[in-house]
């Protein structure tokens, strides 16, 4: 049995990439979830997305396309542990791997991402035009600690003393709009 996918229709290859297009950051963060080297977490997804490519013929439109998904991707996951070359020890255990996904699915299905995200954007619109810069430039723009003391003129350890308790606010102010402080 060939591992190709059948010749593709045009409807169908569109109502694909439609599909990765609106869940793909999601994927993405539940892989990153469960593989600790982000190097590999995207090796894992975008051979994940060739799978799902070759595998899309078998899946019926209309029904849940991100847990088809995450299912090749967790199976992506396991293959790609298995072919590491890292110690066995600073693996998860089968085990544990398969409930972080199955959190993982629990949350997505309750739509639990998707609240702390609005959460958490209502947090940091509550901040000090300055400490959203700080974060903005960390996070968006992945500035380094070093690039941030220098625009801000603030030293290094003052810098991550105060993205720290940016941090643990945001957290506190997450976790009390949810309700679950």
């Not at 892989?31 to 590999?40: M, R, Y």
């Not at 693996?91 to 996904?101: A, G, I, N, V, Y």
């Not at 968006?140 to 801000?152: K, L, P, Y």
């Amino acid at each position: 049995m060939s591992t190709e996918a059948p010749s593709p229709d045009p409807d169908r290859t569109e109502a694909f990439l439609r599909l990765l297009a609106e869940h793909e950051r999601r994927l993405a963060l539940y892989v990153t979830g469960l593989v600790a080297c982000p190097q590999d977490a995207q090796d894992v997804m975008q051979e994940g997305k060739i799978i799902m490519w070759r595998q899309f013929h078998q899946f019926e439109l209309g029904t849940n396309f991100p847990a088809w998904a995450r299912k090749i991707l967790f199976y992506q996951i396991l293959a790609h542990r298995r072919r590491s070359k890292r110690a066995p020890s600073e693996h998860l255990s089968e085990r544990l791997l398969e409930l972080l996904s199955e959190e993982s699915e629990s949350a997505s299905r309750e739509q639990r991402w998707e609240r702390r995200e609005k959460a958490l954007q209502e947090c940091v619109t509550k901040l000090s035009p300055e400490h959203r810069e700080i974060l903005e430039l960390r996070y968006r723009d992945e500035a380094s600690i070093e690039g941030i003391s220098r625009r801000t003129e603030r030293t290094e350890g003052a810098v991550y003393r105060l993205l720290s308790r940016l941090r643990k606010n945001l957290y506190l102010c997450v976790e009390k709009e949810l309700g679950t402080a």
